[in-house]
């Protein structure tokens, strides 16, 4: 019998055995990390061994699948789509020595090592970079940094033909509900989501007013919805709004960019260069570039956050600075020193954070942990009151 044979069946046995009401919580919570991280484990195998059944053609003589991506959906439970993608990321760490290595000690899923791989095969220089992002970061971070990867070394020309001939906006129905999807040249996209911008903050504050919370993409639904009614005010849809592209200044005067270097739209994606040069002209736009402003500089005395440091600290914190949270929206800035204590406003001491995590430092009264990777981490309150509503946590 081979090793992961046995850890299979202790594993059958410990699960068949589990009672997690008779657990207090912090053991339910050390045992779900310590199954969470056997599980990503036994995802590596499982990928590692279905490359192999490929290669050899081994997986025929157990299956009627037409293809090993059927097969290993069959096995696994999964769709193809997600077998593909697995045998595709193993194909991939034959190159990645540094991401196989990480993935079979636990420390990568396998989800986390299929974003990893897609990246440093584009540019293999990027893999320590997405490496550290998986391991500080959630998955939509290291999605984007993966995203941001790809973009800087493929043709940009040919990206945008690709991206134009592959637009589209598809729906389908389930029930009484209609779903969506639509894909096109990310600064067409840009124009589209800023035009439903103001109408998403209106339909937002009016819930405000009304006690009522939902989520951002309830509300920007309901600003498509005003648009399509023809009830939106033209005069704010046709108000002009500035856009922000970060862009690193090596590529800006070269005209496009190069592996390891970054152009986008903040919260949208990549774009080309030439897309941050035409609308440069047309001064609507907030250009973000790596020899700026020295944002470390700007200090104000009251609680106005000056323009360099609003877009410096968007940049910084493109997501919760709260360590493996990779919420970006609705972000709301934090002082980490009370202002009434400080008496200033700087870059090291805000930051932004989640509407939940806000909720926790400004009414619970956990408290923030500066990290030396520019994230932060929470502390619990000592007493129990940190389970108390808002309203009754400071009482």
Request: aromatic share 4%; charged share 30%.
């Given at each position: ?372 990777d520019g994230t932060w981490g929470l502390h619990v309150p000592a007493d129990n009151r940190a389970n108390a509503p808002p309203g009754e946590a400071a009482a």
């Open positions: 019998m081979f090793k992961i044979e046995e850890v299979r069946d202790l594993a059958r046995e410990a699960v068949a055995e589990l009672d997690p009401a008779c657990l207090d919580g912090r053991d339910a919570v050390r045992l779900a990390e310590v199954a969470a991280e056997g599980a990503k484990l036994l995802d590596a195998a499982t990928a590692l061994l279905a490359k192999r059944a490929a290669e050899t053609n081994a997986w025929r003589r157990t299956s009627h699948a037409a293809t090993p991506e059927q097969w290993l959906a069959e096995a696994t439970g999964s769709s193809e789509g997600a077998a593909r993608e697995s045998l595709k990321t193993v194909q991939r760490l034959g190159e990645l020595p540094a991401t196989a290595e990480r993935l079979r000690s636990g420390e990568l899923s396998l989800a986390q090592a299929a974003q990893v791989s897609a990246g440093a095969m584009a540019d293999p220089g990027a893999e320590q970079r997405l490496l550290r992002t998986a391991k500080r970061s959630g998955m939509r971070e290291l999605r984007a940094e993966k995203e941001r990867v790809i973009a800087a070394a493929t043709d940009e020309l040919e990206a945008r033909r690709r991206a134009k001939a592959q637009r589209h906006l598809r729906t389908w129905t389930k029930g009484f509900a209609t779903h969506g999807s639509f894909s096109g040249p990310t600064e067409d996209v840009a124009k589209i989501l800023q035009a439903l911008e103001p109408l998403t903050k209106e339909r937002f504050e009016e819930a405000r007013r009304a006690g009522e919370r939902e989520s951002r993409d309830a509300y920007r639904f309901d600003a498509l919805v005003t648009l399509a009614d023809g009830d939106a005010d033209t005069a704010k849809q046709a108000a002009p709004h500035a856009v922000r592209v970060r862009v690193d200044l090596p590529a800006l005067l070269r005209g496009r960019t190069e592996p390891g270097e970054t152009c986008e739209i903040p919260g949208v994606g990549p774009v080309a260069v030439r897309h941050a040069q035409e609308v440069l002209s047309h001064g609507l736009l907030q250009l973000v570039i790596t020899d700026g402003v020295d944002v470390q500089t700007v200090v104000s005395n009251t609680r106005h956050v000056p323009a360099e440091l609003k877009i410096a600290i968007a940049e910084r914190d493109r997501t919760c600075k709260i360590r493996g949270c990779d919420c970006d929206r609705m972000l709301e800035r934090h002082h980490t020193v009370d202002f009434v204590e400080s008496q200033r406003t700087t870059y090291r001491e805000l930051g932004n954070l989640c509407p939940k995590h806000h909720d926790l430092v400004t009414h619970r009264r956990f408290t923030v942990e500066d990290h030396h």
